[in-house]
């Protein structure tokens, strides 16, 4: 099979982009690695807080210019933005495989749901458009217009490092707002090629700036009093512990999305095979490094005997594992690779010690990832393959806890009031799908289930870009979320004029 | 040696080169068999337009193609292989031979991956059947340039 030409020949030197200029840091820097070949691809600095600082100061020089900037006017800017995108779609794609390790196919649909967000966003001339109503009392109107806040600051994932930042940017920027992004850095390339792609669609210095590093990166931005508000995507600890206090502390608006730990019910009515192919996907997609990936799989018996149970559970069991050991696992850019490797070996051995806790604790493995096998000749180092524990109960570490890895708990439940009795016993409340044939036992998953994302016969609940970006308890901190209309409102403030003229 | 699963990629990969082999294929008939050089053109042009409709429905889509975990099971992508090999030597009726082989192959390939994706996108498929078509179309035009050329032998 074909192995897709890498898009970096050389390794590169990431700057800064800040006021419309590439800014070399003045931090350290810091090797970003291809967690296939295990080679360096790009240098990127941890930036300072006179550096953050300054984007800041920028930022809010550009706003009032910006802010004043026709809306059709800012969207033209990400009609062209769009536009470069879909030109430069397949070196996008390829960068993401190897600056994070995903296939080239993830990668591609990576890009998509990038786009995507672009194009809605440059639908901003109708849906920044406030209301109004005539005559609330004698000769008075009444009306709301949207007014921008100023500047923003955006700190993104490792495990989407185009995606996630398109979830908030292009919303705040067609509002007439100016962001600082802070991409991951483990995998700040993409956003570097977004910076130099925005650069050439016209927008105009200081509205669009990337500041790199980690820390202290963070907390500028969080001390910062001319930020209005933070965009986070990553832990819960941080999320819940540094984000959403902080802001409160200081008065910002926030989104920040957190961890997961996503559950899905198969129930005896299911459509067996399609349901198995949708789990390879939620469980091993993006080497199960998305707040969205299945982690517990809980075959429910809702109206069978036990033995019709057991039958049904067997029967799931080993289907979903003879479909996991197909998986080929090998460097994204081969494209007859279906996983890649972890981000890094410290989240490998991060696995790998869930699934000693899984084996400790009591639970059934019956597929091991750590016996790595590979499609190609690449060093093992960031690699596992697909892992099945069975018998998981909800005290078990592997269970409850996040691990983002290719690890898939098999746990069992009499009925569907015990299924949710077990999601609803776990903290996280991201996501939550069901497999079934019957609408009844659908609506009541929906209309019970306290989770943000619900599927019903879907694996991976990822809404679109034009619908928001749920979630609920320790998986989501603040009011509004990420994408679509509910962007537009995080980013602008609801302004009410009431008039009357004499 | 068992072939791999084909994945979305390796299949637009394999029609990319489909339509690109195709399009140098006819440009070369073209330029060696002058008085149907406008039929032949005509095909080059298509398979570079049927490369970018296949490309783009991709690129629009593929995020639909990943969530329904999508491969193509089953299908041997080394059984729509065709060798368009000319030489100073071929002659007009063999060089026709060799493209009704090409565009059937090609047309079932295209069948094959629409029948293998519909339960996909309806934009995934039906971009498949009406690449099917266009190359069947072609396979009919040559079969009768074919018959003309055994006629007048």
Not at chain 1, 33 to 41: D, G, Q, R, W
Not at chain 1, 208 to 223: C, E, I, K, P, Y
Not at chain 2, 61 to 88: H, M, P, Q, R
Request: glycine residues 8%; contains cysteine; proline residues 4%.
């Amino acid at each position: 099979m074909t192995i897709l030409e890498e898009p970096i020949k050389e390794v590169l030197s990431l700057k800064n982009y800040i006021g419309g200029e590439w800014v070399e840091s003045g931090g350290e820097i810091i090797d970003v690695v291809n967690p296939a070949t295990c080679k360096v691809i790009a240098r990127v600095p941890v930036s300072t807080k006179d550096e953050i600082n300054k984007a800041v100061d920028v930022a809010g020089e550009a706003f009032p210019d910006w802010r004043r900037t026709p809306p059709l006017a800012r969207a033209r800017c990400l009609f062209r933005l769009k536009a470069l995108m879909e030109e430069r779609f397949e070196e996008l794609s390829r960068i993401q495989t190897i600056e994070h390790g995903k296939t080239i196919d993830e990668s591609r649909g990576e890009t998509r749901r990038g786009i995507e967000n672009v194009e809605v966003a440059a639908g901003i001339p109708s849906l920044m458009m406030g209301y109004n109503l005539e005559d609330i009392a004698a000769g008075i109107d009444e009306y709301v217009i949207r007014q921008p806040l100023g500047v923003f600051g955006i700190i993104g994932p490792f495990n989407f490092p185009f995606m996630v930042p398109l979830w908030f940017a292009p919303y705040a920027v067609a509002t007439g707002n100016c962001i600082i992004i802070k991409p991951s850095s483990e995998d700040p390339v993409s956003q570097a090629k977004i910076a130099e792609m925005m650069e050439e669609a016209g927008f105009p210095p200081g509205v669009w700036n990337v500041v790199n590093g980690g820390r202290t990166v963070v907390s500028g931005m969080l001390d910062h009093p001319d930020i209005e508000g933070i965009c986070f995507v990553g832990s819960t600890p941080v999320a819940k512990d540094v984000i959403y206090r902080k802001c409160g502390e200081t008065g910002k608006r926030v989104i920040a999305q957190a961890g997961a730990k996503n559950f899905l019910l198969v129930m005896p009515d299911a459509n067996l095979a399609s349901t198995i192919a949708a789990c390879m996907t939620s469980f091993y997609g993006n080497t199960g490094q998305r707040c969205l990936s299945g982690a517990n799989l809980i075959v429910v018996g809702e109206g069978l005997n036990e033995h019709e149970y057991n039958a049904f559970y067997e029967k799931v069991v080993n289907a979903f594992v003879d479909a996991a050991c197909n998986i080929r696992v090998g460097y994204g850019l081969d494209e007859s690779v279906q996983m890649g490797p972890l981000r890094d070996k410290s989240k490998k051995e991060r696995v790998t010690s869930f699934v000693e806790k899984g084996i400790e604790e009591g639970a059934k493995l019956r597929l091991d990832g750590r016996n790595v096998k590979l499609i190609g000749d690449w060093p093992h180092t960031c690699f596992l393959n697909p892992t099945v524990f069975e018998d998981v109960t909800t005290d078990m570490t592997i269970g409850k806890e996040e691990i983002f890895g290719p690890v898939a708990s098999i746990m069992r439940a009499r009925s569907l009031d015990e299924a949710i009795e077990t999601i609803h016993s776990n903290p996280f409340g991201n996501a939550a799908s069901i497999f079934t044939s019957s609408g009844k036992l659908a609506r009541e998953f929906q209309y019970r289930v306290q989770c943000g994302n619900i599927g019903i016969n879907i694996g991976i609940v990822a809404p679109m870009a034009f619908f928001p970006f749920s979630g609920m308890k320790d998986s989501f901190f603040g009011t509004l979320h990420g994408q679509g209309v509910e962007a537009v409102r995080f980013f602008t403030e609801s302004k009410v004029v009431i008039q009357r003229w004499f | 040696m068992e072939e791999p699963k084909a994945t979305a990629s390796a299949i637009i990969n394999f029609s990319e080169k489909l339509e690109d082999d195709s399009s140098n294929f006819y440009e070369k008939l073209a330029e060696k068999f002058l008085e149907m050089k406008s039929v032949f053109l005509a095909f080059a042009e298509e398979s570079k337009k049927n490369k970018v409709l296949v490309t783009r429905t991709y690129r629009e889509t593929i995020t639909d193609a990943l969530e329904a975990c999508f491969s193509f099971e089953g299908l041997k992508l080394s059984n729509y292989v065709v060798k368009t090999i000319l030489t100073e030597d071929t002659s007009y009726s063999d060089a026709l031979r060799t493209a009704i082989e090409l565009e059937d192959k090609a047309s079932k390939f295209y069948l094959d991956v629409a029948e293998l994706s519909k339960s996909l996108l309806a934009t995934i498929p039906s971009t498949f059947r009406k690449v099917a078509e266009r190359r069947n179309s072609r396979k009919q035009v040559l079969k009768s340039l074919l018959e003309k050329a055994m006629a007048k032998h």
